[in-house]
């Protein structure tokens, strides 16, 4: 299932959004893996997206989560948050259906 992140939240700048958007995610997990469109928004902060990864990462349902992207400055953000947290995520680009991981430790991968 492909959500957007503007289908989940309207603004993606705080901690307090990166919550909300977590909070509407993880009724849409219940049962199936979700792919999440970065694109759709304007400014994609850091801190929106340390917070929905961490609530995510805290409730077990990071790994049923697949972080989709064409910006580059995306994967970065995702590639330092990974490292940070000491955590994987799974990225694609927009249109692929070959995704592929963020590991803590390969920055290298951005």
């Known amino acids: 299932m492909l959500i957007t992140v503007k289908d989940l939240v309207p603004v993606t700048l705080t901690r307090k959004r990166g919550e909300e ?5 993880r009724a849409r997990l219940d049962h199936q893996n979700v792919d ?9 902060s850091s801190s929106f997206l340390d917070e929905l990864i961490l609530k995510l990462a ?18 970065h953000k995702l590639g ?17 259906d070959v995704g592929s991981s963020l590991y803590r430790d390969s920055l290298g991968l951005l």
Do not use: W
Request: proline letters at 0%.
């Open 21 to 25: 958007a977590f909070n509407a995610l």
């Open 36 to 44: 999440v469109d970065l694109d759709g928004s304007l400014m994609l």
């Open 58 to 75: 805290k409730s077990n349902l990071l790994r049923r989560v697949a972080f989709v992207t064409r910006q580059a400055t995306t994967r």
């Open 80 to 96: 330092i948050i990974a490292h940070e947290r000491n955590l994987t995520l799974y990225s694609k680009e927009s249109g692929s």
